[in-house]
């Protein structure tokens, strides 16, 4: 792999950037209702198992991570640690029975923040070469 990359073009750059939007958007949104700990949320989550002491570190860990993934020389870093952090609501969506939110929701999530970053970062489409 070469040392420098070709920076993507412009087009190809915000195109990563737009895709990137929805899910840093609803990452951002959760991480601060986990943050301000309204009553709905506090239910939610004693739902699915984790008690209410739990909900502002998990609002923390959601926020630095996306905030990582922001950062374009931790965005890197950033997508694999959510990608960790979504495969643990998947897994709580699965174990309480709720597959539609684990398959429709944090999947298709991950999916997008990993695509949005292979359009925005040469590093990862070097790593990554999608070839005819």
Sequence with gaps: MP????PPSKAMYWTGWAISALPVLMLLVSATMK???????VKGMAEHGY?????????V????CTVLYLIPQTSVLGAILLTGYLG????THVRV????QAFMGAIPFGVLLWLGLYFREPRL????????
């Design 35 to 41: 943050l301000a700990k309204p009553a709905f949320i």
């Design 125 to 132: 489409r070097a790593l990554v070469p999608l070839r005819r």
């Design 88 to 91: 643990g609501a998947t897994a």
């Design 61 to 64: 860990v959601e926020f630095t």
């Design 97 to 100: 029975g709720e597959f539609s």
């Design 51 to 59: 008690p209410e002491n739990l909900i502002r570190g998990l609002g």
């Design 3 to 6: 040392e420098t990359q070709a």
